[in-house]
């Protein structure tokens, strides 16, 4: 399926959660088992392999989604929207969802969200520290979504909106390689 069509089933189902979440109470809930889902999905490349199967069977999918949320102590709307998402067979766009979701509930809080990319996990002080100076580049608050990209090596990659800082060692390596291909 094509990214487009993924991100539009995403979107849709991330407003239908939204909408959900709100009309609960739970927008907070719900981003925090979402953003421990994708840390999971970051993880483990066998979680990886069940969003994206094809071969396992909408039941086999399900079972194995909803063992997921119950051992994770996601709360039930969560719980109920990832079954949903599995008995549609759409577990391939739930990284969209999730970051669609997010991004909503930082629009509707007025805040910009940051995608920072590390090559290992940060710890909420450095969270803490990145988020403070974002807020003095953009001028209003600015939540964190730190995802782990083990090919960084080192440093970090920020994007927000259509910006993106790259400061990764990955990146200044290829830099430093194309210059010495350059004094040869």
């Known amino acids: 399926m094509s990214s487009k069509a993924t991100g539009s089933i995403a979107e849709r189902y991330s407003v239908a959660l939204f909408e959900l979440a709100e009309q609960q109470s739970a927008l907070d809930a719900v981003a925090s088992d979402l953003k421990g889902l994708r840390v999971l999905i970051a993880e483990s490349k066998d979680l990886r392999s069940l969003l994206n199967s094809p071969v396992l069977s909408r039941s086999e999918q399900q079972k194995a989604i909803s063992a997921l949320a119950e051992r994770a102590g996601f709360g039930v709307l969560t719980k109920n929207f990832l079954g ?6 759409r577990l391939f766009a739930v990284d969209g969802m999730i970051a669609a979701y997010l991004a909503r509930l930082a629009s ?5 969200t940051a995608e920072v990319a590390s090559a290992i996990p940060l710890a ?22 730190a995802i782990v990209d083990p090919g960084l090596l080192g440093g ?3 994007k927000i909106g259509s910006r993106m800082v790259d400061g990764s060692l990955k990146t200044k390596l290829q830099h430093l390689q194309l210059a010495m291909k350059g004094v040869g």
């Not at 509707?108 to 910009?112: A, L, M």
């Not at 909420?124 to 979504?145: H, M, P, Y």
Request: net charge positive.
């Open 124 to 145: 909420s002080a450095q969270i803490g520290a990145i988020e403070a100076a974002l807020k003095k580049v953009v001028g209003s608050n600015v939540t964190v979504d």
């Open 108 to 112: 509707k809080r007025g805040e910009v």
């Open 84 to 89: 949903l998402v599995a008995r549609n067979r």
């Open 156 to 158: 970090l990659v920020v």
